[in-house]
């Protein structure tokens, strides 16, 4: 096998595991959540010592080798006495690559014939499975201590929210979407008019065919809540007892919680994903794991009754289709005309039959809506939302494949023009290919280079424990809603759930840790802004305090001291990193307006290392009035004369930037004058540490949003609060510090107070904010800084300097081979 290489990485921290074993996974569709499928010969072989000391007890055997041979004989015995061992004692189970704390969850297993191991399919999402051929490994905690952590903390039925953004982790996906979509859609030809006084009648009219699944009746029932449309619609009673309602969604409504009322829309995805987390929230942890079951039961059972499948005869080609397109060929000959004619420039050109183009393709696509069965195959599976086939791919089978795009991300001015279903011309297929070999490229590329993102996040937020309940600040970080907006979220809630107020919000006190509830409340009231407790703020010296923290997102409780949140951090920033670079591969070189995760990987990667930009916007040194705006062409620049007061100043500014500013504007100091993204150092010297943490949270928020990944600010925080917590000594003073050494904050802090209580002269040092890579060097634990690269020189420094480790961290303990300093709290 190939691993890691060097001392560090691949013997202390890669190191080899006995009671372990893997193999290829498969669906077991009849599991329950907590279970998984473990092939007898591979437990045989897994329990062999547990086996060995029963042999030994029950006196089937006299000696351990004794007791062995009867194991590796497969002695008759020793199936039943399997069972018994396996009675309760969970198992781990882990897909590589392990991005995050969900990738590694303990199951109950149960003996299957065979050599696969069988996985629940709800919880594929969590370790990013499918079954084409993955493979996942198996270990055994074998100490009395391990097992208890494993049913505790492990098991897949403790771990229902995402540690990243308290959503569910566990979200119904393609033939469970399916089957409860098909149950529950409903199909305006079919009204009978018929009335049933229950569940009970209707399920007697369908089984013996006299009542359809779609087919709209009316239905006494016991609910005193309707819910005609997804939340955040209010529900209503049903009038007079009664509802209009299809006899699928009666069937579909017997499985849910009386507290979630009657659910009298279809159930796509989202709104299976918006269920269960209501049920989360409503009805706790035990009715959520029987809900989820009974989903994937009622998904499968109906997904196969519907009998869908689709043919080549199912696409439908619009009959407008040749018309739109010798209408856009016909405006592109004009364009071109013009253009030979010197009528306009390569760029006019270029961007109009792009435009024309663009404007064909939408137009066919809306003709191919119109032509397919809104209740036929193809329609049901893109509605449903069970695949990620969305109506792009539709288009491209039946319509047009369209506009597609170079290598570089630039568009290429000639359409493809025919379809999959009709065949593409050789030269249409060259063009194709070479956008569908690119996402092929990024994909290995990105993977590599978000796992490497991952590695460092982690490795810079590893000393992050909660260490202690309040730290007794009264700063904090002021939310508001006009930000919120800005980042393109509806409100501030989810910035506000569950983090602590510092300051009085309505009725609720500071030291309130807000709830869905309370900030539900607080949003009804308008509300615009409102300071919360926030881990920049936080003055602990080592880790973290659970006030600035707020809650763990996994439980939706106050944070746990000893909880490893800069772990948590690392692993819930850098895993949609690996998710992102998948996005080009999906596309298949598609040409549309999103940009290509190649600019949202790189650009994550420039901001946490505090890169400056290529083409970085100027930012305003000084507060005043622009008092006029010159743009001279010769030396290509746009010059803008400030005042304020007596005093009159100039700033020169590139012409082919965008001017973000105008005449007679008040501009405060550290503006951006144009457009794009700032020089983070430069922010830092004008307008300090608060203003660069703040710019760039919402920098690596905006580029995660734009590709739906939602990640809590908080873990962000974390991790900026390490790049943040070093200074640079400018004078020694009477400390033994040295002038141009890079110390911790907390330390600085503590050696000044004692300098300064013998009356000695103090150190100075100004503020610094280093990358990631210079925080993760910069470690209090040479150990771990040399775990981590640049071996040679950092253990060559600590050996000049003589630096002593105080093994306070997890990366220090795990190399000497120790239990992680971290005490295990069951909640």
Request: aromatic residues 6%.
């Amino acid at each position: 096998m190939q691993g890691k290489h060097g001392r560090f990485r691949r013997n202390l921290l890669g190191k080899r595991v006995d009671y372990s074993g893997r193999s290829v996974i498969v669906a077991g569709p009849n599991l329950l959540l907590h279970e998984c499928g473990l092939p007898k010969e591979m437990a045989c072989e897994l329990f062999q010592p547990f086996l060995m000391r029963k042999l030994i007890d029950r006196q089937y055997a006299r000696s351990p080798k004794a007791a062995k041979r009867l194991v590796e004989r497969r002695d008759a015995m020793i199936w039943d006495l399997l069972d018994e061992v396996l009675f309760e004692h969970p198992v781990l189970l882990n897909r590589a690559p392990t991005l995050h704390r969900l990738s590694i969850q303990a199951f109950y297993p149960r003996l299957i014939e065979g050599k696969a191991i069988q996985l629940h399919p709800l919880v594929c999402s969590a370790f990013n499975a499918d079954f084409d051929g993955d493979q996942m490994a198996v270990h055994v905690p074998l100490s009395e201590a391990a097992q208890e952590e494993a049913r505790h903390l492990l098991l897949s039925t403790k771990n229902l929210r995402h540690p990243a953004s308290g959503e569910p982790s566990l979200a119904p996906s393609q033939e469970m979407v399916l089957g409860c979509f098909y149950l529950t859609e409903d199909r305006p030809g079919k009204k009978a008019r018929r009335a049933f006084t229950d569940l009970n009648e209707v399920l007697l009219a369908y089984t013996t065919g006299a009542l359809d699944l779609h087919t709209t009746i009316l239905v006494r029932v016991t609910h005193s809540l309707v819910y005609a449309t997804p939340p955040p619609t209010s529900p209503h009673p049903p009038e007079r007892g009664r509802i209009e309602t299809t006899a699928g969604r009666l069937i579909f409504n017997a499985i849910l919680p009386e507290p979630l009322g009657y659910r009298n829309y279809p159930m796509t995805k989202e709104a299976l994903k918006a269920l269960i987390a209501e049920c989360l929230l409503t009805c706790g942890e035990e009715t959520t794991v029987r809900l989820l079951d009974e989903i994937k039961r009622i998904g499968y059972s109906y997904a196969t009754r519907s009998g869908l499948s689709f043919a080549l005869s199912d696409i439908t080609i619009p009959p407008e289709r040749e018309v739109l397109i010798h209408q856009g060929q016909s405006q592109v000959e004009e364009v071109d005309a013009r253009y030979h004619a010197g009528e306009m420039t390569y760029e006019e050109w270029y961007r109009q039959v792009i435009a024309i183009w663009t404007e064909h393709t939408e137009q066919i696509s809306e003709k191919l809506k119109d032509a397919l069965d809104p209740y036929g195959p193809i329609m049901t599976i893109v509605k449903s939302g069970a695949t990620k086939a969305k109506f792009q791919q539709i288009r491209q089978l039946s319509g047009i494949r369209g506009l597609l795009a170079t290598p570089s991300g630039k568009i290429i001015p000639v359409p493809v023009l025919s379809n999959y279903k009709l065949g593409l011309l050789v030269w249409e297929l060259f063009i194709a290919a070479s956008g569908a070999r690119k996402g092929f490229m990024d994909r290995s590329l990105n993977t590599a280079m978000s796992g490497y993102l991952t590695r460092r996040l982690v490795e810079a937020g590893m000393e992050v424990v909660i260490t202690q309940h309040d730290c007794q600040t009264s700063a904090g970080q002021l939310l508001t809603q006009a930000e919120s907006q800005r980042l393109g979220q509806a409100s501030m809630r989810d910035q506000l759930l569950g983090r602590v107020l510092a300051e009085t919000a309505g009725p609720f006190p500071p030291g309130t840790l807000l709830t869905e509830t309370q900030v539900d409340h607080l949003l009804a009231t308008n509300i615009e802004s409102m300071r919360v407790r926030s881990v920049l703020f936080c003055q602990s010296p080592y880790g973290v305090c659970q006030q600035c923290y707020g809650a763990d997102l996994s439980t939706g409780q106050l944070v746990v001291v000893g909880q490893a949140v800069g772990v948590i951090a690392g692993q819930s920033i850098g895993e949609p990193g690996t998710q992102l670079t998948m996005r080009t591969f999906h596309a298949g070189g598609i040409a549309h307006n999103a940009s290509d995760i190649t600019l949202g990987l790189p650009r994550i990667n420039e901001l946490f290392e505090v890169r400056t930009p290529k083409y970085p916007a100027p930012l305003a040194t000084r507060s005043g009035t622009i008092h006029a705006i010159e743009t001279d062409a010769t030396t290509g620049t746009h010059r803008l004369h400030l005042v304020s007061g007596h005093d009159t100043w100039t700033t020169v500014v590139p012409l082919g930037s965008t001017l973000a500013v105008h005449t007679g504007q008040q501009i405060e100091r550290g503006m951006p004058l144009t457009q794009g993204p700032l020089d983070p150092q430069e922010l830092f010297q004008l307008l300090g540490k608060e203003a660069l943490q703040r710019y760039l949270l919402q920098e690596v928020q905006r580029v995660y949003l734009g590709t739906g990944a939602i990640i809590n600010d908080k873990h962000l925080e974390v991790i900026l609060r390490q790049m943040g917590r070093y200074v640079l000594v400018v004078d020694e003073g009477d400390t033994n510090l040295l002038p141009g050494e890079v110390v911790d904050a907390f330390d600085y802090t503590q050696r000044v107070a004692a300098v300064l209580a013998q009356g000695g002269q103090p150190a100075l040092a100004r503020p610094l904010f280093l990358g990631l890579t210079k925080t993760i060097l910069q470690a209090r634990s040479w150990v771990a800084a040399a775990s981590f690269q640049d071996t040679s020189r950092v253990l060559a420094q600590a050996a000049i300097k003589h630096l002593q480790d105080p093994l306070i961290g997890l990366k220090e303990h795990l190399i000497l081979g120790k239990k992680l300093p971290i005490p295990i709290v069951y909640t």
